[in-house]
Structures are given as structure tokens and as C-alpha cells.
């Protein structure tokens, strides 16, 4: 079974920086796809990024690209999410999940955190 925890998240000011952590136990992360999810108050949730298993491919919303970067360090079983530029539209929590691939609906199937609050505010 594997286990995902979140952890890295807190208040930032519009503009500064965030690195959220996904540290996993129980399996190793090697062969996982590993997708960052978020939800705000009254809105659905999305996807925010993913990092697959095999090859290390990357995927973005179009909301953050360019300013966040997922990474994966294997050795450490632990997959990142390097936010910056952060505005307040990013407020959320913030949800790792892991699968055999970054397709939502395989994400959805897949091992979930209980996630990390990120809220962008002045």
C-alpha cells in the first residue's frame, strides 16, 4: 500500500514562493505516476501537475505554467512542487496522488494525501 503525506504548505505573500513535498511510504515511488491536485472553497478540484514513473515526462496546467515545477527525487521518495509567483487565485489545498500514469481518471483510482493548505494573501 502505498502512502502519500503532504507537507510544505503555509501563508506566502502574492508573489513569493512555496515548495510543497509529497514524501511516500510503504512502495517505493520509482514506477509511479505523481500528480498535485488542489481545491478552493466552493470550487471543483483540478489538476495542478504530474510527473510520471517511467520517464520523468512533466505535465502543467495552464494556470501555473511557468511558474510552478514538479520534480522527483527517488532516492528520497519524494516528489515536489516548486510554486512560485504565487498569486491569491492559487489559495487551495493542496492534494498528492499517486497512479500508473498522470491521467485523471487513473489518478482518481489512485493513492491519495490528506493534502497541504497553501493560502496566498497580503
Known amino acids: 500500500q502505498l502512502q502519500l503525506v503532504e507537507s510544505g504548505g503555509g501563508l506566502v505573500q502574492p508573489g513569493g514562493s512555496l515548495r510543497l513535498s509529497c514524501a511516500a511510504s510503504?512502495?517505493?515511488?520509482?514506477?509511479?505516476?505523481i500528480g498535485w491536485f488542489r481545491q478552493a472553497p466552493g470550487k471543483e478540484r483540478e489538476g495542478v501537475s504530474c510527473?510520471?514513473?517511467?520517464?520523468?515526462?512533466?505535465y502543467y496546467a495552464d494556470s501555473v505554467k511557468g511558474r510552478f515545477t514538479i520534480s522527483r527525487d527517488n532516492a528520497k521518495n519524494t516528489v515536489y512542487l516548486q510554486m512560485n509567483s504565487l498569486k491569491p487565485e492559487d489559495t487551495a489545498v493542496y492534494y498528492c496522488?499517486?497512479?500508473?500514469?498522470?491521467?485523471?481518471?487513473?489518478?482518481?483510482?489512485?493513492?491519495w494525501g490528506q493534502g497541504t493548505q497553501v493560502t496566498v494573501s497580503s
Open positions: 496522488a499517486g497512479a500508473s500514469d498522470c491521467t485523471i481518471a487513473t489518478m482518481e483510482r489512485g493513492y
Open positions: 510527473i510520471t514513473g517511467s520517464d520523468g515526462s512533466t
Open positions: 510503504g512502495r517505493t515511488l520509482d514506477y509511479y505516476a
